[in-house]
């Protein structure tokens, strides 16, 4: 059983999102979930305490795998960062792009009455551009 | 007037009566041992580990400033990106420097859709089993496959 490798067939992709980013990241269901709070901080050049990892308003805990938190296949991810200079974080907010199929509804407002929560953004025009 | 010792026990044990999963008390610990045994089964074949890879990701930007971070070997699954970033036109692009590239004519929705159609592809690429199909909604379809189109180049 030991030494096996999982293959590219098991993987799953999370879409973690913090205002107008979205971070894609691959992933499998038995890794741990600090795996992601290592990658987001090096994309987002953040220290790993600065940032937090959100479903559903629930923090993502770094020990449990992915799988055990319920977290599937392109399953959307709130990310917060650490407001400067204080020991409380940001409100969860992430711009809500039209379609977004999210399994569970984080939604733009991470808590009841929360301001600044970012309603969709529709795109310029009733048709979407493309390459003409 | 806190309650006695006396009726805050008979009030747990009430409600403790009237929970159903006292009525069914068996069953529901049958489900919870099968449960335990699932999860046991999942530990053990979770031995299997994800393969060892380095982390490299790339940056997409879409009509609207929306920034889009992906791994990079998903991206190389648009032959257009992989060209500017690892074929020996590469250093032709600025992009290969700046590791972002700014799809102006492509907006958010679309380059999202485009980002999950490239982890789909990786996920199923050789599977052996049934591929389940790419979901798209009927709106964004025409656009879709424009930018398909123009991807492929």
Known sequence: MSGEV??????????????????????????????????VATVMNKDRSDIRLLKANLILQEEASLRAQNIGNGEII??????????????PEYESLPGDAAPTNTGAAGTDGATGAAPPVEPEGASSTAAS | KPLSLGEATSNRRLAAKL???????????????FAVSRVRNMASSSSASPPEEEFDYLKLISAEGHEFFLDKKIAFGCEMIRTMFDG??????????????????????????????????????????????????????????????????
């Not at chain 1, 973690?16 to 890794?31: A, D, E, N, S």
């Not at chain 1, 709130?78 to 409100?91: Q, R, S």
């Not at chain 2, 380059?111 to 909604?137: C, G, M, N, W």
């Open chain 1, 78 to 91: 709130g990310l917060v960062f650490k407001v400067e200079g204080k020991e409380e974080f940001e409100t």
């Open chain 1, 6 to 39: 999982l293959t590219s067939h098991d993987s799953i992709h999370v879409r973690i999102k913090r205002r107008r980013q979205t971070v894609f990241l691959l992933c499998y269901p038995t890794q741990p979930v600090g795996v992601l709070y290592q990658k």
């Open chain 2, 88 to 153: 020996e036109k590469s250093h032709s692009f600025t992009e290969g420097q700046t590791g972002a590239i700014n799809f102006q004519t492509i907006n958010s929705r679309l380059l999202e859709k485009v980002i999950q159609y490239l982890y789909y592809k990786h996920k199923h690429t050789d599977s052996r089993e049934a591929i389940p199909d790419f979901e798209i909604d009927d709106e964004i379809v025409l656009d879709l496959l424009l930018v398909a189109n123009y991807l492929h180049q």
């Open chain 2, 19 to 33: 929970r159903p999963s006292s009525t069914s008390s068996v069953q529901q610990r049958s489900e919870f041992d």
